[in-house]
């Protein structure tokens, strides 16, 4: 519920918002994104946000940020949106609008708790960046020293491969889950990939796109994106998707060969700072999503050790995945903590 992140005011471009500390940020655009954020310091921002200052004889600063972080206020800003492409909350329908809020004295005690929550999940979100970052460190040390000391060579992915790169399949999808199930590109994510909420359907006949259904240990590439830095993201496929899920044109295919290199060892070493980097000097904008294609997989580089010394490392890898595991599973239960506590004070609408 705080402003993350931030940069240089020549990078807003456009007309500005001057906000204070302590006002809150509110991205009027696109309101079901539900963004919300405390200024915990003076800046500029885009117009396309409202900024909102407390009045104390009403609503106390503290709960200011809560109330309008709840579905209570957030699908009232969304009813009232107007635009198809990029729906937007006028100021002139939204100060009109009226809210049955708690008194100030249970205010501050509503604040108080939820604050609580919010500070517990931002501190494991920095211990969980912390400990992907010793990960990342010891993975990129391993690779040189294996690469300088020991010899292990640089290959193309076209000679460790015996499958891929591939493109996936795309039709329209419906929610009835008609069909056959599919994956959104969200799937690709923390080196693997995920069902749930990525899954949709496509009606189209099942052998014709027998070709694309997954396997346990297929990898997954992201091939576009508009935002550059998950262009060229791999995720390994553990099984645990729906029987016959395909994959879109979005997303590439790679079946690494095993006795070259391990799938679990070439989705660890993909997505590492440095090699991801190297395959994103490829990366090339087309109406603002950026792409990678299958030439660009196939002469993309990556070391070789011997598969023992693969191994080794996904040994190391493992206990830091062990503590990051543990630790998103914790931010996870404080961001349901945190929606049960709205719900009940707001009442979900």
Known sequence: MTVQRWDSPDVVEGQKLRFQKGDVIFG???????????AEFDGICSAHALVLRAREDYVSPEFLPVFLSSDYFLDRAIAISV?????????????????????????????????AVERHRVNTLSSEMEVSGAKS????????????????????????VTSGPTNGKS?????????VPTLSISA?????????????????????VSSFRLQPSDFLVVRGNGNRSLTGRGGLVKGDLPVGCIYPDLLIRLRFNPDRMLPAFAAEQWNSAAVHASLLENAKSTNGIWKINGKDIKSHQLVVPPLKDQVRILEETASFDEALDALRTEVSALEALRTAFLSEIFGGN
């Open 137 to 160: 460190l010891m993975l990129a040390e391993r690779l040189a020293s294996g690469a300088e000391e020991r010899g292990w060579p640089l290959e193309p992915v076209s000679e460790l």
């Open 28 to 38: 009027r655009r696109r309101a079901y994104q539900k963004k919300v954020a405390l």
């Open 171 to 179: 039709a329209r999808a419906n929610d009835e889950q008609r069909g």
């Open 83 to 115: 635009g198809s492409l990029s729906p937007t909350v006028n100021w002139r329908d939204l100060k009109v609008q009226e809210f049955d809020l708690p008194p100030l004295d249970e205010q501050k005690r509503i604040a108080d708790l939820l604050w």
């Open 188 to 208: 690709v994510r923390d080196g693997g990939v995920r069902g749930g909420d990525s899954v949709k359907w496509i009606e189209v006949d099942p052998d014709s």
